[in-house]
């Protein structure tokens, strides 16, 4: 590896960090943790599932997806069921109140970027396009 690559490789991450700074600060009442957030998420995306596999998703122990579960219930997001096939599984399921929330969020974080974006010309929208469509790809890969 050269020192210009270790350098973009900083420089990136830092810009990453960056901006997802800006954006968790676009959170409108910061009803829920992050961790809550991602778990609604990862829910709204890929549909109900049971803890087991939300916390593979999220990439955290089982014990503590039960916490983030129990609380997003108490709070009215997320609702159990029993598993149809499974009588020892459960389904966790986003309730309105939880796809309401994601919908809120992420309305938030697009107006925000709408913003910055806004102000750029052709050239760097394409340069950012092509950025996506990289680091998509690293994420992908390293998974």
Do not use: F, Y
């Not at 350098?7 to 943790?33: E, F, P």
């Not at 599932?49 to 593979?56: D, E, I, Q, S, Y």
């Not at 806004?118 to 092509?130: E, T, W, Y």
């Amino acid at each position: 590896m050269t020192t210009e690559t270790r350098a973009l490789a900083s420089d990136l991450a830092l810009a990453v960090v960056r901006l997802t700074r800006h954006l968790r600060g676009r959170r409108l009442d910061a009803q829920v943790s992050l961790t809550q957030l991602s778990a609604l998420a990862t829910l709204s995306r890929e549909g109900a599932m049971t803890p087991g596999n939300l916390a593979a998703k999220e990439k955290v122990q089982p014990p503590s997806m039960t916490r983030v579960i129990a609380s997003l219930v108490e709070l009215g997001l997320v609702e159990r069921a029993p598993h149809p096939t499974d009588g020892r599984q459960i389904i966790v399921t986003l309730t309105d109140a939880g796809r309401t929330l994601i919908v809120d969020e992420t309305h938030a974080r697009e107006a925000w970027m709408n913003e910055q974006l806004s102000g750029l010309d052709d050239d760097q929208l394409k340069v950012l396009r092509d950025a996506v469509g990289i680091m998509t790809s690293i994420i992908a890969n390293s998974e």
